[in-house]
């Protein structure tokens, strides 16, 4: 059965730090790209940051280049987002999400139709 499951989330000082973890299961992890995608009450759905597990390519939004990075852990099957010098703007409930892929990730990866969504993790950042 394929599982997507967020972690990590929570509450935190404006200027501080959290690092999300996305563990994938019941599918061929290598295969797929995995995006982070977050959403506050209001706004839309936005594509934060997403990663190619075969090949490390990966993109991040404007909004949270420079402060976040994704990363993958091949062998766990596990995607991370190391998120530094947080903003009350990054409030939201954060997704992780996978999608069948190959080659470089670009921009549009995270316009696509994903295939399989995680619960969501909550980040609150205070200011």
């Known amino acids: 059965d394929v599982q997507l499951v967020e972690s990590g989330g929570g509450l935190v000082q404006a200027g501080g730090s959290l690092r999300l973890s996305c563990a994938a299961s019941?599918?061929?992890?290598?295969?797929?790209?995995i995006g982070w995608f977050r959403q506050a009450p209001g706004k839309e759905r936005e594509g934060v940051s997403c990663?190619?597990?075969?090949?490390?390519?990966?993109y991040d939004a404007d909004s949270v280049k420079g402060r976040f990075t994704i990363s993958s852990d091949n062998d766990k099957n596990t995607v991370y987002l190391q998120m530094n010098n947080l903003k009350h703007e990054d409030t939201a409930v954060y997704y992780c999400?996978?999608?069948?892929?190959?080659?470089?990730?670009?921009?549009?990866?995270?316009?696509?139709?994903?295939?399989?969504w995680g619960q969501g993790t909550q980040v609150i950042v205070s200011s």
């Open positions: 999400a996978a999608i069948l892929y190959r080659g470089r990730v670009v921009a549009g990866t995270l316009k696509l139709a994903f295939d399989y």
């Open positions: 019941g599918f061929n992890f290598r295969d797929y790209a």
């Open positions: 990663i190619a597990t075969r090949s490390g390519s990966t």
